[in-house]
């Protein structure tokens, strides 16, 4: 047997969840690896074809690029060889198998062994642009990350220690046990619970940070306050990081957790902030070109499910008389990214 039918059966193992700890460390390496990349593949290609809810959540065209966010991101560090770290590589792995798409999600999957925040050690995990994942915390809680977020948890988490740092946007269903709450830490205040459905949105590139709450109770204390605000189910918190200024609005939920769901809900949303979502949602290039500063009192109302960025911005500028230009960037004649403007008819691409 010639070294690439090892790989093979190797990356065979690894999508049916059967690596033992010594292989998946060997998995790991070949997914770093340049000379197995025009391999690789054709093993990704012949699993997508026989396997029909893989199938289902990638278009087989789109290999090559999750094959570039597997040699890109993919980030293993060993700092100690002690029984309890390959244990926690196990666990890791192997909860990386279950989720959405098993490559796409093992490739973002890091195990921080180094770095340490108050003396303690942390899990990391990063969603790309242009893609969301599910997981399951040790005490059960499931919790859904939406693109460009980043989750901490430490490495003892338990019943006895819930605690998470977001970075992002992430929606959590957190399992019950009012004994022991269940703390979401973000730069801009702590979202504490005790078992509950809600979204919490908090990149760093947002002006606001937001609180959801679909279902049960959850409470929100603001960075430096001693005083907790209390949500009920359909109300959001608006924190306007400028100003500081608070808000609690009543809402419908589906709006702002619709997206776990592959759902984006826009209703009367200003274009700025669409195309700042869609950047997002589709790992896209897009532009708004206003000089003016008058493109952003536009609002829409649509649903995006499973439609291209292209589509979307088609139905955008033809319900609004306005512009949309495409840029494609290529290398070595192949097109590699398209960029995307939108304008008023009158302006011309820069």
């Known amino acids: 047997m010639d070294k690439s039918e090892n790989i093979g059966l190797l990356i065979e193992k690894y999508l049916n969840d059967q690596c033992s700890v010594t292989e998946l460390e060997t998995v790991a390496e070949i997914f770093k690896s340049d000379e ?114 980043t989750l901490k948890y430490p490495t003892d988490f338990s019943e006895r220690n819930r605690e998470v740092i977001l970075v992002g946007e992430a929606y959590f269903h957190v399992t019950s046990d009012e004994a022991h709450p269940f703390h979401v830490k973000t730069a801009e205040g702590t979202v504490t619970v005790t078992g509950t459905r809600f979204n919490v949105s908090n990149y760093d590139t947002d002006d606001n940070y937001s609180v959801v709450l679909e279902e049960g109770k959850v409470s929100f204390t603001p960075k430096g306050a001693s005083g907790e605000i209390r949500l009920k189910p359909s109300e959001q918190i608006v924190l306007h990081k400028k100003s500081g200024q608070l808000e609690k609005r009543n809402i419908d939920a589906e709006k702002f957790t619709s997206w776990k769901d592959g759902k984006l809900i826009f209703r009367n949303d200003p274009l700025e902030e669409i195309v700042t979502r869609l950047n997002r949602w589709y790992n896209a290039d897009i532009k708004i070109a206003d000089p003016d500063k008058k493109l952003k009192d536009y609002t829409f109302t649509m649903t995006v499910q499973q439609e291209t960025v292209e589509q979307v911005l088609q139905y955008i500028t033809q319900a609004s008389g306005l512009k949309l230009k495409q840029e494609e960037i290529k290398s070595n004649g192949s097109v590699i990214k398209t960029k995307y403007e939108i304008s008023k008819q009158d302006y011309e691409m820069r």
């Open 36 to 149: 197995y990349r025009k391999k690789l593949q054709p093993l990704l290609s012949d699993y997508w074809n026989n396997t029909p809810s893989f199938r289902n959540e990638i278009a087989e065209n789109e290999l090559g690029q999750m094959l570039d966010s597997i040699h890109h991101q993919i980030n293993i560090e060993r700092a100690t060889k002690r029984p309890f770290v390959r244990q926690l590589y196990l666990y890791a792995y192997k909860a990386a198998a279950i989720l959405f798409i098993p490559l796409l999600i093992f490739s973002v999957w890091q195990v921080v062994s180094n770095s340490s925040i108050l003396g303690e050690r942390y899990l990391t995990l990063e969603t790309p642009m242009g893609s969301k994942m599910k997981t399951t915390l040790p005490d059960g809680t499931e919790v859904w990350q939406n693109a460009g977020t």
